[in-house]
């Protein structure tokens, strides 16, 4: 298995930015593709933004295309989601997830919440109006 620590939430007014860090140990994170998810009190938890394991391809809800990127830095052991002009429905508990590269890439699967076998504990991300 695979540790992740989120990190880099906090709060924040809408159009202002964050970046969200998730750093992975116990395992090469170039062994794994990575996803982000988020989730709000109520509410079903949500498909943000993959990326695959050498980052040759990426996926993005519709609600963050365009203003947020996913990105990683496999000699770091550490997967990013860049987020920019940032709105009140951003608000949510954001996690990283680790899916093994072995498993195959289709825009459908990389959505999934269940194709992730490693979470981590998530960071909050508030954006106010």
């Known amino acids: 298995q695979v540790q992740l620590v989120e990190s880099g939430g906090g709060l924040v007014q809408a159009g202002e930015s964050l970046r969200l860090s998730c750093a992975a140990s116990?395992?090469?994170?170039?062994?794994?593709?990575m996803g982000w998810f988020r989730q709000t009190p109520g509410k079903e938890r949500e498909f943000v933004a993959a990326?695959?394991?050498?980052?040759?391809?990426?996926s993005y809800a519709d609600s963050v295309k365009g203003r947020f990127t996913i990105s990683r830095d496999n000699a770091k052991n550490t997967v990013y989601l860049q987020m920019n002009s940032l709105k009140p429905e951003d608000t949510a508990v954001y996690f990283c997830?680790?899916?093994?590269?072995?498993?195959?890439?289709?825009?459908?699967?990389?959505?999934?919440?269940?194709?992730?076998?490693?979470w981590g504990l998530g960071t909050q991300v508030t954006v106010s109006s």
């Open positions: 997830a680790a899916r093994d590269r072995t498993d195959a890439w289709t825009e459908e699967r990389v959505r999934k919440q269940y194709e992730y076998a490693d």
């Open positions: 116990g395992r090469t994170l170039s062994s794994y593709h």
């Open positions: 990326i695959s394991w050498g980052a040759a391809s990426l």
